[in-house]
Nanobody, 119 residues
Framework: QVQLVESGGGLVQAGGSLRLSCTAS????????MRWYRQAPGKQRELVAA???????NTADSVKGRFTISRDNANNTVYLQMNSLKPEDTAVYCC?????????????WGQGTQVTVSS
């Protein structure tokens, strides 16, 4: 069974940094595009950043220049380095991935990790 497990969330002061990690486990044949989404209370879910298996990245304008997505293909892990954090970055951050598993191409979600930025 495939699992995406996030870690690295927490409470940080404005201007601080956090690094989120998400590791995919299970008998995964191929891990393709991986993404980070976030959802704040009362707001719609937002795509924060994405990275293809080849390393091509896409980052939301709201975090461009502050957040960096990267991945370690050997360990099926995606990272989100978050710098210069602002209170408006407070949200639950979820990992998402497209992958091949047991002959099926599917999309999977992690359970999410809370990021809270205090002013």
């Amino acid at each position: 069974q495939v699992q995406l497990v996030e870690s690295g969330g927490g409470l940080v002061q404005a201007g601080g940094s956090l690094r989120l990690s998400c590791t995919a486990s299970g008998s995964i044949f191929s891990l393709n595009t991986m993404r980070w989404y976030r959802q704040a209370p009362g707001k719609q879910r937002e795509l924060v950043a994405a990275i293809t298996s080849g390393g091509t990245t896409n980052t939301a304008d709201s975090v461009k220049g502050r957040f960096t997505i990267s991945r370690d293909n050997a360990n099926n892990t995606v990272y989100l380095q978050m710098n210069s954090l602002k209170p408006e970055d407070t949200a639950v951050y979820c990992c998402n991935a497209d992958l091949w598993y047991r002959g099926r191409y599917s999309n999977y979600w992690g359970q999410g990790t809370q990021v809270t930025v205090s002013s």
